[in-house]
């Protein structure tokens, strides 16, 4: 909510602009975070980047099946994953 407040703070007056916000899928991104999220009326989808795959991946996600539950989550409660698709070697 502080980054969405930031991000409007910089928006001419007048402007009509309504950033869709976003979370970072993690190896530690939990269920309840994403049913949270959901319910903030602010998130609007959940981007995965593999980890040190580009530019602040550095928490990224190391496994898929690290975050099968809470993909199930977001399933369950209408949130699109957003792929990042970069591969690491």
Known sequence: ????NEIMAAVPAGAKFEPLMTLYLTDNTTP?????????GIVFGVKLYPRGATTNSAEGVTEISKVS???DAMAEVGLPLLIHGEVTS
């Open 32 to 40: 309840e975070e994403i049913r949270k999220a959901k319910e903030s």
């Open 1 to 4: 909510l502080e980054y969405k």
């Open 69 to 71: 539950t809470t993909l």
